[in-house]
C-alpha cells in the first residue's frame, strides 16, 4: 500500500440538468436547468478553484435512457440526463478563468475516430496549459449504437478489445509523430518545425487502420492524463495496462478496498508500480456549519428527490427494466451487455426494488456522507484509510450550494487535519497528481507502444 497522501478531489458533475442524485433540479435553490449557459460553468470553475480541487470530471453519454419502461418518457420528465450538452466545448472557456483546476472529460471511443480526436484532445492540453485528462469509456447503452447506425452496442469484453486498439493508435500519434525539438520557432531561419523529426505513423490493428502525421505539436502532456472507471474484470485488465486514475462505486471502506487491491494487483501484474494508479469513489455529501444543519439540508433535499428516476437510471446502468416488477420482487440481473459491475452486485445483494428504492432517497445510490465539516472530515478519512483510495469524486445535489458549502465548510476541516492540500502545485494535472513528470512514465504501455 502506498504511503498516504493528501486526499484528491475531483467535483463530478455533467453538461445536463440531471446527473447523479435525480429529481434535485426541482428544489428552489437549485440552478442545474442552467447547464446551457456559459457562466454557469465558469462561476463553478472558479468554485472549485476556491476550494482546490484537484479536477472537474465531466461525465458524458451518447444515448437515452429507454430501458425503464421502454420509452424515455420518465427521462424526459425528470430531465435524467436528458438533454445532454457536449462536455468538450465547456474546457476552454473553464480554463481561461483558472489556472490550476485540472479538467478530466468523458469521451465514448465507440464514438469518435481516433486520428481526429487525438488532436481535439491536443488542443485542450495546450489551451489548458495541460490540465487535461480523458476519462475513456467504451459505451454501454443501445440507444447510442442505434443511433449512429448500428443494432446494438458490441459485447461487453469486445468493447475494451477495440478500445486497446483504439489507445495503441493514439499513442502513436501522441507520442511518436513527433519529437522532442521537433518545433524550432526560428523566425530568422524561416524554420518553424524540423520535418526530419515529424514521422507518418501507420498503424494496422484488428479494429482501426491509419496513415499519417499527428497534425498538432506536442502539448504539454502529451498524451492527457488517462482516467477510466470499468470494474468488471475485463474493465480491470483494460485499467491495468492504460488507467492513471480508476473510478471506483462501492457501497462502503471494505468493498472499495477490496476493489482498490484488485486494481493495484492488475497494475504490477502489467508491469507498473501500484502507486502508478490514483483510485477515486464516487460519493455525496450534504454539509452545513454542524451536524443537525446538515440533516436538515439532507431532509429537505430528499424531499425534492426522485428515488423512481433513480431507478430509471439503474434501469439504463443494468439493462433491466424495473418498471414492471413488484417491490418486494429480487432484481434478477442474469446475462446483460450493459455495466456488469452493477448488475454483479445487484445479484450479490440480491436487492429487491423496494430497497433499491430506500438506496435511491437522495436520487442516486452512491454512499452519502452528512454532518458538520468536521464530520464529513473524518469520514472521508475513514474511506481514505480503510478504503485504501487517494480520493473522491464528489456528486452534485443542489447546484451552485453543495460545492459552495463544501469548500466553506469541509475544505477547511480537511486542511486543519493534515488531510488536504494547501495550495496548489506546480506544473500539469499528471505532475500534480503523481509528483513526478509532465509526461507518461516510461513503464507505462503507451510510453513505449508508438515504437511499435
Known amino acids: 500500500m502506498p504511503a498516504r497522501r493528501p486526499i484528491l478531489l475531483n467535483a463530478f458533475a455533467m453538461n445536463c440538468v440531471g446527473h447523479i442524485n435525480h429529481g434535485l433540479w426541482t428544489h428552489p435553490r437549485d440552478r442545474s436547468d442552467e447547464y446551457r449557459h456559459l457562466d454557469h460553468w465558469t462561476d463553478l470553475a472558479r468554485t472549485l478553484e476556491d476550494g482546490l480541487f484537484d479536477a472537474l470530471f465531466l461525465a458524458d453519454i451518447v444515448g437515452v435512457y429507454d430501458i425503464y419502461g421502454g420509452s424515455i418518457d420518465l427521462a424526459a420528465r425528470e430531465s435524467i440526463q436528458l438533454p445532454v450538452n457536449d462536455p468538450v466545448l465547456l474546457l476552454p472557456a473553464m480554463a481561461a478563468v483558472t489556472r490550476r483546476l485540472g479538467f478530466a472529460v468523458t469521451v465514448n471511443t465507440a464514438i469518435e475516430h481516433p486520428y481526429s480526436f487525438a488532436r481535439r484532445l491536443s488542443t485542450l492540453d495546450h489551451l489548458t496549459g495541460g490540465r487535461v485528462g480523458w476519462n475513456i469509456v467504451t459505451g454501454y447503452l443501445d440507444s447510442a449504437a442505434r443511433a449512429v447506425g448500428r443494432e446494438a452496442m458490441a459485447e461487453h469484453d469486445s468493447r ?22 521537433a518545433v524550432l520557432r526560428d523566425k530568422a531561419a524561416r524554420r518553424f518545425a524540423d520535418p526530419a523529426r515529424i514521422h507518418e505513423i501507420r498503424h494496422e490493428g484488428p479494429y482501426y487502420r491509419g496513415q499519417g502525421y499527428h497534425l498538432a505539436e506536442p502539448s504539454p502532456q502529451r498524451t492527457p492524463v488517462l482516467f477510466q472507471a470499468g470494474s468488471s474484470g475485463r474493465g480491470q485488465r483494460f485499467a491495468a495496462r492504460h488507467a492513471e486514475g480508476v473510478f471506483i462505486n462501492a457501497r462502503d471502506p471494505v468493498a472499495a478496498a477490496r476493489t482498490a487491491r484488485s486494481l493495484r494487483e492488475a497494475v504490477v501484474a502489467a508491469g507498473r508500480r501500484p502507486e502508478d494508479i490514483r483510485i477515486f469513489v464516487g460519493v455525496s455529501v450534504v454539509t452545513g456549519a454542524t451536524d443537525a444543519e446538515a440533516q436538515e439540508k439532507l431532509a429537505d433535499y430528499v424531499a425534492h428527490a426522485s428515488p423512481e428516476a433513480g431507478m430509471a437510471h439503474f434501469s439504463a446502468g443494468s439493462g433491466i427494466d424495473l418498471a414492471p416488477l413488484g417491490l418486494d420482487d429480487e432484481i434478477v440481473t442474469g446475462p446483460t451487455n450493459a455495466i456488469q ?67 466553506r465548510f469541509v475544505v477547511p476541516a480537511l486542511q486543519e487535519r493534515g488531510l488536504y492540500k494547501t495550495a496548489y502545485g506546480e506544473g500539469t494535472l499528471r505532475r500534480r497528481l503523481f509528483g513526478e513528470g509532465d509526461r507518461l512514465p516510461d513503464r507505462h504501455a503507451g510510453a513505449q507502444a508508438w515504437r511499435g
Request: glycine share 10%.
Open 341 to 407: 459491475s452493477t448488475t454483479a452486485a445487484a445479484q450479490a445483494a440480491r436487492l429487491t426494488k423496494r430497497r433499491l428504492l430506500g438506496d435511491l432517497a437522495l436520487g442516486g445510490r452512491y454512499p452519502l456522507i452528512v454532518g458538520s465539516g468536521a464530520t464529513v472530515a473524518a469520514e472521508m478519512r475513514r474511506w481514505r484509510d480503510e478504503g485504501e483510495i487517494d480520493g473522491f469524486n464528489l456528486t452534485r445535489t443542489v447546484v451552485p450550494e453543495c460545492w459552495r458549502d463544501f469548500v
Open 160 to 181: 475494451y478489445d477495440r478500445a486497446d486498439d483504439y489507445l495503441d493508435f493514439l499513442y502513436k500519434l501522441w507520442e511518436g509523430s513527433w519529437e522532442d525539438g
